[in-house]
């Protein structure tokens, strides 16, 4: 890895992009594609929402921008992207300040193989030892920077295998700054493999993953480091008919890590989801029990970074800013959660359901620490360089994280009325959530209520209203938001809304948090303004989050794709 420099590998990749020009040359097509956005926000001080000049420090505007080509010719792919961030918009880790190419590939598919040099994107099973991916709202890249390979020897086979390094901001890799990262992943299609079960009417696929990951150990630590650090996971994918289950088991060794505080436990972790569904009903039960499973290719890492594995949600996501306000950030050191939604349609032309039908969506979720107990009566919970603990498999703590239930009903009375109630009631532990205390807690409760209703003037303008409400005796206390937005399909779209906080058991003042956006849409090609107050609070994707602070001024969005 050390000798595989960025000059050497530009050198290979120029020859392998040439492949392309010599198939074109034989009588062979190319296609290219791709995409670019850019985000520009200005900073202003606004002492209404406590922005001073040295909050905004002489910064008066930042932008991320990107922009991705891939060309496919025949067997072969290849893509690059640049990246810029001058400098990164405000709740964006610093670290991104700067330009260049960090993701850029080429590989090649024949019949069943493939192979890919550079970076890439992978997922074993549901991600509970291994998954690279991106969110661009959050400002999370993990790629690989490697090689993979994926083999299907026959049908109903199918393995993949990756060898490379993280991506950590633009950090080079050098003298093991951060570990190595391999693995492998099955993946058996039963009824493919086996010709007595292709005609049957249950469908099977059993898989398994192994990875691990290299770093050196830290000669000024008191303690020996494992350097090799393994994790393995076995899973099953069933469904009969209107019946679906699915789980998976993971185990890795001993990691001790800064998000551990350093403990030499064994983590695991279980994801298990079923389903059933039919015309007009759709039930979706879930659980999943987490034990120390934070997996990251630097042990010292504390931010959203070189996460090798990723412990999948399962909090509902909420679209309206209110009820989003708590989201809730998977716990890798313990947590327990259910689920349960239950998605049910009145039938048209019923009493209840109208001409067009009534759906009506019930969601729960309830999490909370795992059982844990002391070591000894000597060994406090955590203590560093010690086993840490002694956990319950599958077992409940007493300590509540967080619950959420919502309820939301959808009705379209005629061709212009449509209208969404919705009713959530959250329970947010934020010591937990929010400042990484497990053994603590300070509770909010909130009740949140939705209306939202959409008149249609014709086939092209729609007027939709929306109000939102929160009730809560802690943090900030009571919100109302409200938002009108006229469309004029396809192209174009106005909005004006505002969010008001008052009943703050913290201050005296009341505060608005206006905003008014314009936007664009010419097919591929999209164009947002917008200016406004941007409330300081926690922004979630998928059980990952950021901090986002307090801003003011215009925010512009560019998008297009080809």
């Known amino acids: 890895m050390k000798k595989f420099t960025r000059f050497s590998f530009a050198i290979v990749f120029a020859l392998l992009l040439l492949f392309p020009s010599l198939s074109y040359a034989q009588n062979s097509s190319g296609q290219v594609r791709g995409s670019f956005q850019m985000d520009v926000q200005t900073y202003e001080p606004n002492s209404r929402i406590g922005i001073t000049e040295d909050d905004i420090n002489g910064e008066k505007v930042g932008m991320n921008g990107f922009g991705s080509i891939i060309y496919t010719n025949k067997n072969f792919t290849a893509g690059v992207r640049f990246e810029s961030y001058l400098k990164p918009l405000v709740g964006f880790d610093k670290q991104y300040e700067g330009t260049g190419i960090p993701y850029r590939f080429v590989s090649y598919r024949k019949e069943k193989f493939e192979i890919t040099l550079g970076n890439f994107y ?7 030892v291994f998954r690279s991916y991106e969110e661009w709202t959050l400002g999370y890249d993990n790629s690989v920077d490697g ?36 693995g492998a992943d099955a993946e058996f299609f039963l009824n493919d493999m086996v010709p007595s079960l292709a005609d049957k009417k249950a469908k099977i696929i059993l898989g398994g993953a192994f990875m691990s990951k290299y770093q ?42 800064a998000i551990n505080n350093f403990i030499y436990k064994d983590g695991q972790a279980i994801f298990l989801s079923g389903s059933f569904s039919q015309k007009g009903v759709g039930i979706t039960l879930g659980t999943k029990w ?9 042990r010292t890492n504390v931010v959203n970074a070189l996460d090798i594995s990723f412990l999948p949600p399962l ?11 708590y989201p809730y950030a998977t716990q890798p050191n313990g947590e327990f959660a259910v689920n349960g939604q239950v998605v049910y349609t009145i039938p048209k032309k019923s009493a209840l359901g109208g001409k067009y039908g009534t759906t009506i969506e019930v969601n729960y979720t309830k999490t909370t620490a795992i059982h844990k107990t002391a070591l000894n009566d000597t060994t406090p919970i955590g203590t560093t360089g010690t086993l840490g603990y002694n956990s319950g498999f599958f077992r409940a703590g007493s300590l509540k994280y967080f619950d959420d239930l919502n309820i939301e009903i959808t009705k379209k009375a005629n061709k212009k009325w449509k209208m969404i109630l919705a009713y959530t009631y959250l329970l947010y532990n934020y010591n937990v959530i929010e400042e990484g205390i497990e053994n603590d807690h300070e509770m909010y409760y909130s009740n949140i209520g939705v209306a939202d209703i959409t008149y249609k003037f014709n086939r092209r303008n729609a007027l939709r209203l929306e109000m939102q409400y929160l009730s809560t005796r802690q943090d900030s206390g009571d919100w109302i938001a409200a938002s009108f937005e006229y469309t004029v399909a396809p192209k174009w779209f106005f909005n004006v809304r505002d969010e008001f906080n008052f009943n703050n058991p913290k201050s005296d003042n009341t505060y608005h948090y206006y905003n008014v956006a314009m936007g664009y849409t010419q097919g591929p090609n999209r164009i947002q303004l917008a200016y406004g107050l941007q409330r300081e ?26």
């Not at 992978?122 to 509970?128: I, K, R, V």
């Not at 993949?160 to 950590?168: A, D, F, L, P």
């Not at 996971?233 to 469904?239: D, V």
């Open 216 to 257: 050196k150990d830290d000669p000024f630590y008191p303690y020996k480091l494992p350097e090799n650090v393994s994790a393995f996971s076995a899973r099953f994918n069933l469904s009969v008919s209107k019946f679906s289950l699915l789980g998976e088991y993971a185990q890795k060794i001993n990691d001790p890590s």
């Open 147 to 182: 090689i993979r390979v994926k083999f299907n020897p026959s049908k109903g086979i199918a393995f993949k295998g990756i060898y490379g390094v993280q991506r950590n901001f633009w950090e080079k890799y050098k003298d093991g700054n951060r570990g190595i990262v391999r």
């Open 537 to 562: 609070g926690i922004l979630c994707v998928g059980g990952v989050c950021r901090a986002v602070p307090a801003a003011s001024g215009f925010t512009l969005t560019v998008f297009s794709s080809f």
């Open 290 to 298: 987490i034990d120390n499973m934070s997996y990251k290719s630097d």
């Open 122 to 128: 992978e997922q074993f099973g549901n991600g509970l």
């Open 315 to 325: 909090t509902k996501v909420h679209t309206y800013s209110l009820e989003a306000m």
